[in-house]
C-alpha cells in the first residue's frame, strides 16, 4: 500500500489520469455547449416565466420592509452588535485564549457544518458564524415583516430560505474545510472530477441539470431492491396487481391489500428484506397484494382520477376478492393512493358496497387547507402553468416533481450532493433510498389537473358531495369502514396536523397514531430497527380529540415501530384473526403473468433518455 509522503515532486495526480480528465471534461463541455445552442435555436427564445408570483412576492416584501424604516434600522442594528461580539471571540481563539460561548450556532443534526475544523479552526469558525448571524436576521426580517397575506408570506419564506441555503460557506470550495483539504491534497484534481461529474449529469439531463443521488447502476429491480418473492397476478393499462409468496404455513383470511401513491414507485415499500414493508407484512402472516402502477406516456393524457378510481384501486379490489374468493380486504394506502383509497371507500359506500374491512392510511391528507410547503407551488398561476405544459406533453414530467419535493429539503437532498460530486470530486454512494427516490414518474395531465384543483386549490374532497366521480358524489362522512391513520411529525410533504383533520372526516371507528421521523423514514420503520416510536391516544375509543393539538397532549409515547401496533390493530378487528391455509399466487382464480417485481415498475425515465 503507497504511503503518504511530504514531497510534492511524488504527491502530484498521475499526468495520464489528469490528461484523460480534461480530455473527458473538453468533450463534455463542447457537447453540452453545442446541444444547448441548437436546442435554443430550435425551440425559439422565451422570457422567463414566474409562474409561482416570486418576483411580485418580493416587490410586496420590500414594499412592507421600506414603509417601516425604524424596523428595518432596528434589524440592522441587532445584526452589527451580533458581528461586533463574533468578531471579539474570534480573536481570542486566535489568540488561544478562553473565548466565549458562540455567538450562532447549528441547529442539531445541520451535517452542513459537521467536520470539526468548523469549530476547532478559527478562520472557518468565524466564516460559519458570520454566515449563520446573517441567515438567521434575513430569516427573522423576513418573517416579521408586516402586512403581508398568508401566501406570500409562505412564499418569501421559503424562497429566502432556499436562497440562504444556496449561499452557506459549506457550498463553496475556498470555505468548505473538508473540500479545502481535498483540494490542496489532490492539487485541484477534485475540482476537474467535480466539473465532469456536473457536465456529466447536465448531458445526462438534457441540458439540465439533474444532480446524480446515487449510483443508479448498483441496483437492478428484483435482485437488491424490490427483492420479495411474488407474482403478477393481473394487469391493465393502469396497474399490475402483484401477490407476494407465502412465508407462512397458514395466513389471516383478509387479504391485505396496499394501494401505492403514482407520485412515486411501489417499491418504497419493498427496498430490501430487512426494511420491506410488504415482507415483514407477508411474514407476520398477511396475503399481500400490492398495486404497481404504470409509468404513463403521452397515449395516457386523459386518465383522469375517475380512472385512477375505476380502473386501478376498484379494480383491485374486484381481483383480489376473486382471487382468494373472499367478500373483503385490509386496505392500505400512501399518501396520494391514500388519498385515492379513501375516495374509493366513499364510491363503495354510496354503492353499498361492503367488501373494505378495514382501512389503513399512510401520511394520507384528505383535508387540504394547510397542505404545508407544498402550497408555495400551488396558486392559480402556478398551477395554470403545470396545466399549459401538460396540455404541451401529455403528462406531467416526474423531474419536475421531484424538483419540487427536493426543494423542501434543499440541504440534504441538494446542496449535500453538490458538495459530494461537484466539489469533492466523488461519485455518488450506492444508496438503495435514493435510488428509488431518483426512479421518477410522470403524471397524466387529466388526472394531475383535476387533482391539483379539486383538492389543493378547491379542498372540495372534505365537502359532502364536493366532487363526482363515476356518477357518484363522493362523501367521506358516509364511510364507516374501521380506519387507521399513521402520520409522521416531521412530514413535510403531508403536514401530519392536516392529515390529522382528514382523520376525523370518515365516521367508523377511527385510529390515528403520529410516528417519529419524516415521511418516508417514518413510514419505513421496521420493528429490528427499534427507531423513532410512535404517540398514541386511548382517551377515547374512535373518537378522535377536536384538534391536533389536544390529541397530542394527550398523546402517550411508544418505543418502537408502529408497524407491531398496526398489526395488532387489523387482527383485533371482528374476524381479524381467522387463519385459513396459506395460500400461494398460482393458487387462485387468476393466471400468473410474470414474476414479481413485473415489467411496469422496471420502466425508468432516466434510462431513456440515456438511450
Known amino acids: 500500500m503507497s ?4 514531497d510534492p515532486a511524488v504527491n502530484l495526480p498521475n499526468p495520464a489520469e489528469l490528461a484523460k480528465t480534461y480530455a473527458e471534461v473538453a468533450q463534455r463541455a463542447s457537447r453540452v455547449i453545442t446541444q444547448y445552442m441548437e436546442k435554443k435555436a430550435k425551440d425559439g427564445v422565451e422570457a422567463p416565466a414566474d409562474e409561482l408570483g416570486v418576483a411580485k412576492a418580493f416587490m410586496d ?7 417601516n424604516p425604524y424596523k428595518l434600522a432596528q434589524t440592522q442594528m441587532n445584526m452589527m452588535w451580533d458581528y461586533f461580539s463574533l468578531w471579539q471571540g474570534s480573536m481570542m481563539k486566535m489568540m488561544g485564549m478562553p473565548g466565549a460561548a458562540p455567538v450562532a450556532a447549528p441547529k442539531k443534526g445541520d451535517n452542513r457544518f459537521k467536520d470539526e475544523e468548523w469549530e476547532q479552526h478559527f478562520l472557518f469558525d468565524y466564516v460559519k458564524q458570520s454566515y449563520l448571524i446573517a441567515a438567521r436576521h434575513i430569516h427573522d426580517t423576513v418573517a416579521e415583516a408586516d402586512g403581508l397575506d398568508e401566501a406570500t408570506q409562505q412564499k418569501v419564506n421559503f424562497f429566502t430560505r432556499q436562497y440562504v441555503d444556496a449561499m452557506s460557506p459549506s457550498n463553496f470550495a475556498l470555505t468548505n474545510p473538508e473540500v479545502f483539504r481535498e483540494t490542496v491534497k489532490s492539487h485541484g484534481q477534485n475540482l476537474i472530477k467535480g466539473l465532469n461529474n456536473l457536465l456529466h449529469d447536465v448531458e445526462a439531463g438534457d441540458g439540465q441539470l439533474r444532480i446524480r443521488m446515487t449510483d443508479t447502476s448498483a441496483f437492478e429491480m428484483g435482485k437488491n431492491v424490490a427483492t420479495t418473492p411474488g407474482k403478477v397476478v393481473f394487469q391493465n393499462e393502469l396497474f399490475q396487481l402483484i401477490q407476494y409468496d407465502p412465508q407462512t404455513p397458514d395466513q389471516y383470511k383478509k387479504p391485505f391489500l396496499i394501494v401505492p401513491p403514482w407520485i412515486n414507485k411501489y417499491y418504497i415499500l419493498d427496498l430490501r428484506e430487512k426494511n420491506s414493508m410488504v415482507n415483514w407484512a407477508t411474514s407476520q402472516g398477511h396475503t399481500t397484494f400490492i398495486m404497481s402502477w404504470i409509468n404513463p406516456d403521452e397515449k395516457m393524457a386523459q386518465k383522469s382520477f375517475e380512472n385512477y378510481l375505476l380502473e386501478g384501486s376498484l379494480e383491485a379490489i374486484n381481483q383480489v376478492c376473486a382471487h382468494t374468493g373472499e367478500d373483503s380486504v385490509n386496505l392500505a ?8 383509497t379513501m375516495t374509493t371507500l366513499a364510491y363503495m359506500a354510496a354503492k353499498k358496497d361492503k367488501r373494505a374491512n378495514s382501512a389503513t392510511f399512510f401520511t394520507t391528507m384528505l383535508d387540504f387547507s394547510e397542505p404545508g410547503e407544498l402550497g408555495v407551488f400551488l ?6 402553468g403545470l396545466e399549459k405544459r401538460m396540455a404541451e406533453r401529455g403528462f406531467l414530467e416526474g423531474s419536475e416533481m421531484a424538483g419540487t419535493f427536493n426543494m423542501l429539503r434543499a440541504n440534504d437532498l441538494i446542496w449535500s450532493f453538490v458538495v459530494n460530486n461537484y466539489l469533492m470530486g466523488k461519485d455518488p454512494f450506492p444508496f438503495d ?9 410522470r403524471m397524466p395531465a387529466a388526472m394531475h389537473s383535476f387533482y391539483l384543483r379539486n383538492m389543493y386549490l378547491a379542498n372540495k374532497l372534505k365537502d359532502p358531495g364536493g366532487i363526482e366521480l363515476g356518477g357518484v358524489k363522493i362523501d367521506i362522512s358516509k364511510v364507516k369502514t374501521p380506519c387507521y391513520f399513521i402520520s409522521t411529525i416531521e412530514d413535510h410533504i403531508a ?3 392536516s392529515t390529522y383533520m382528514g382523520a376525523r372526516l370518515p365516521t367508523g371507528k377511527t385510529k390515528f397514531v403520529l410516528g417519529g421521523s419524516g415521511h418516508i423514514a417514518g413510514i419505513v420503520n421496521p420493528p429490528a430497527a427499534n427507531k423513532y416510536g410512535f404517540w398514541t391516544n386511548d382517551a377515547t375509543d374512535g373518537d378522535l380529540p377536536e384538534s391536533p393539538d389536544d ?29 385459513v391455509k396459506a395460500r400461494k399466487p398460482e393458487d387462485g382464480a387468476l393466471k400468473v403473468l410474470e414474476p414479481a417485481p413485473g415489467s411496469y415498475v422496471k420502466f425508468r425515465l432516466d434510462a431513456q433518455k440515456k438511450n
Open 3 to 6: 504511503q503518504q509522503t511530504n
Open 495 to 497: 403536514p401530519w396536523k
Open 333 to 340: 394506502g400512501y399518501c396520494l393512493g391514500g388519498t385515492l
Open 61 to 67: 416584501l420590500s414594499a412592507r420592509l421600506m414603509a
Open 433 to 441: 433510498l435514493l435510488y428509488w427516490n431518483s426512479d421518477s414518474t
Open 551 to 579: 390529541f397530542l397532549a394527550g398523546a402517550t409515547q411508544n418505543a418502537g415501530s408502529w408497524w407491531t401496533h398496526w398489526h395488532q390493530w387489523v387482527t383485533s378487528l371482528p374476524g381479524g384473526s381467522t387463519k
Open 379 to 384: 396558486d392559480e398561476g402556478a398551477v395554470a
